[in-house]
């Protein structure tokens, strides 16, 4: 069964990045479409940012476009999250989801009900 593991997080002034970083044992993730999400408390889980197997088709919400930026590196098998431009509202837990499903393939979906493995979780907080 396909494991995520993510690293990168920590603490952070507003304003500035982080780069999130995320990762399996023994499978490649470039067959997965792959998702990032982050839950605040007392918040829902938010999408944030997504890459399909076609790594040309990324989505991401209006609360971090232009901020935040998912990218892959195929041969040490990993998904980052480059975050800058960090504020307030980003601090939340942050997890990395992949789907293995066809419609991954050339769709990228923001919505946790289209992944099927979690990591989980790296902390992210924004504190001045």
């Known amino acids: 069964q396909l494991q995520l593991v993510e690293s990168g997080g920590g603490l952070v002034q507003p304003g500035g990045s982080l780069r999130l970083s995320c990762t399996a044992s023994?499978?490649?993730?470039?067959?997965?479409?792959i998702g990032w999400f982050r839950q605040a408390p007392v918040k829902e889980r938010e999408g944030i940012a997504c890459s399909a197997r076609d790594t040309k088709y990324t989505n991401y919400p209006d609360s971090v476009k232009g901020r935040f930026t998912i990218s892959r590196n195929k041969f040490e098998n990993y998904v980052y999250l480059q975050m800058d431009k960090l504020t307030f509202e980003d601090t939340a837990q942050y997890f990395c989801?992949?789907?293995?499903?066809?419609?991954?393939?050339?769709?990228?979906?923001?919505?946790?009900?289209?992944?099927?493995?979690w990591g989980q979780g790296t902390p992210v907080s924004v504190s001045s």
């Open positions: 023994g499978y490649g993730l470039d067959a997965y479409g």
């Open positions: 989801a992949a789907s293995g499903s066809r419609r991954s393939i050339n769709q990228c979906l923001l919505s946790g009900r289209a992944y099927d493995y």
